[in-house]
């Protein structure tokens, strides 16, 4: 590749989704569905749930309940809304605000609510890119375009907990996966809170320069090759990137290699190996970077996975 421009004339294969930054970042992280909890509950009821390090994801499926996020307002929840939670701390779902000062009804004795949600695990910290991106808490209504995507789908995975046919488990975790996909996507769109890496993704001039890096992480990018495939001048480019990734673009470029670099050391692939795959000439250079970025050499790194017990199937 000698130039942005080179890199345009494939921009139609980036379009059609074969270099996507969010499914790169999700398949480092390893995400992991637990299986789909529903709660059906009749007013007045409380549920409290413990600080969680991962992502929560849940729905309405009939009534109404308010979501209780400890240092935020209370949020009413109604049949067909969905929430995302990243990196909750303690939290409650229930009849009752707790809250005076919360607006919305209050919720008759008697009233049921069945809600449905899922844990997503991540069997990486390399989750942090996306985690970092997430606000505390996320809401997508159901008479929002979103939300009538989203229903479609939460209708086959409440389908698939009452029915308990064959490979059931299977089709709850990919149902599962959908739609913490179609949640980013909404979040990444969402007018309220443009900023973020995610946003950044969808952004046709910093998303094409994201998606160039991801495409092929090795090449030794240039900051006017970037500024190029954004259709940017350079100073511009730099500072929009860093507004909406929240780092520069070339130190954006190194943290990525060095997530590569983590998930290959898992692997019995030589250090050589690994520090060409990743856009480095030399051993010597590509753990120089590490040790910057990780904290420690890749040595060290590979040797304390293999200290650990490993992860299950």
Same mark, same amino acid.
């Given at each position: 590749?000698?130039?942005?421009?080179?890199?345009?004339?494939?921009?139609?294969?980036?379009?059609? +989704?074969?270099?996507?930054?969010?499914?790169?970042?999700? =398949?480092?992280?390893? &995400?992991?569905?637990?299986?789909?909890?529903?709660?059906?509950?009749?007013?007045?009821?409380? =549920?409290?749930?413990?600080? #969680?390090?991962?992502?929560?994801?849940?729905?309405?499926?009939? !009534?109404?309940?308010?979501?209780?996020?400890?240092?935020?307002?209370?949020?009413?929840?109604?049949?067909?809304? #969905?929430?995302?939670? +990243?990196?909750?701390?303690?939290?409650?779902?229930?009849?009752?605000?707790?809250?005076?000062? =919360?607006?919305?009804?209050?919720? &008759?004795?008697?009233?049921?609510?069945?809600?449905? %949600?899922?844990?997503?695990?991540?069997?990486?910290?390399?989750?942090?890119?996306?985690?970092?991106?997430?606000?505390?808490?996320?809401?997508?209504? $159901?008479?929002?375009?979103? !939300?009538?995507?989203?229903?479609?789908?939460?209708?086959?995975?409440?389908?698939?907990?009452?029915?308990?046919?064959?490979?059931?488990?299977?089709?709850?975790?990919?149902?599962?996966?959908?739609?913490?996909?179609?949640?980013?996507?909404?979040?990444? +769109?969402?007018?309220?809170?443009?900023?973020?890496?995610?946003?950044?993704?969808?952004?046709?001039?910093?998303?094409?320069?994201?998606?160039?890096?991801?495409?092929?992480?090795?090449?030794?990018?240039?900051?006017?090759?970037?500024?190029?495939?954004?259709?940017?001048?350079?100073?511009?480019?730099?500072?929009? #990137?860093?507004?909406?990734?929240? /780092? &520069?673009?070339?130190?954006?470029?190194?943290?990525?290699?060095?997530?590569?670099?983590?998930?290959?050391?898992?692997?019995?692939?030589?250090?050589?190996?690994?520090?060409?795959?990743?856009?480095?000439?030399?051993? %010597?250079?590509?753990?120089?970077?590490?040790?910057?970025?990780?904290?420690?050499?890749?040595?060290?790194?590979?040797?304390?996975? /293999? $200290?650990?017990? /490993?992860?299950?199937?």
């Amino acid at each position: 590749m000698e130039s942005g421009e080179a890199y345009r004339s494939s921009s139609a294969e980036v379009l059609l +989704g074969a270099h996507d930054p969010v499914r790169d970042v999700l =398949a480092l992280a390893r &995400p992991r569905a637990v299986a789909p909890v529903p709660l059906r509950a009749t007013a007045p009821w409380e =549920a409290r749930f413990s600080p #969680f390090p991962h992502i929560k994801l849940g729905v309405v499926v009939e !009534g109404q309940c308010w979501l209780r996020v400890d240092g935020r307002a209370p949020l009413l929840l109604s049949t067909g809304d #969905f929430y995302l939670l +990243g990196d909750p701390p303690p939290y409650s779902l229930g009849s009752s605000t707790e809250d005076t000062s =919360a607006k919305g009804p209050e919720i &008759p004795p008697g009233s049921v609510a069945y809600t449905c %949600s899922v844990d997503f695990t991540f069997q990486d910290s390399d989750a942090s890119t996306l985690f970092s991106s997430l606000p505390p808490a996320m809401l997508v209504k $159901a008479d929002d375009d979103a !939300g009538r995507l989203l229903w479609n789908i939460a209708t086959l995975l409440v389908h698939e907990i009452r029915t308990c046919e064959a490979g059931q488990s299977l089709v709850l975790e990919h149902l599962a996966q959908i739609l913490l996909v179609h949640m980013l996507r909404s979040h990444a +769109g969402s007018s309220h809170e443009p900023l973020g890496w995610l946003a950044s993704v969808a952004d046709d001039g910093i998303g094409a320069a994201l998606r160039a890096v991801h495409a092929d992480p090795r090449h030794r990018w240039t900051l006017d090759e970037l500024s190029g495939i954004a259709t940017m001048s350079r100073s511009a480019f730099a500072a929009h #990137f860093r507004n909406r990734v929240g /780092r &520069p673009p070339l130190d954006y470029l190194i943290e990525w290699r060095m997530q590569l670099a983590r998930a290959a050391l898992r692997t019995e692939d030589s250090l050589t190996a690994i520090a060409e795959a990743v856009g480095y000439q030399s051993e %010597s250079a590509f753990s120089t970077a590490f040790r910057r970025v990780v904290g420690m050499p890749p040595r060290e790194f590979r040797a304390s996975l /293999r $200290a650990r017990p /490993r992860d299950r199937a």
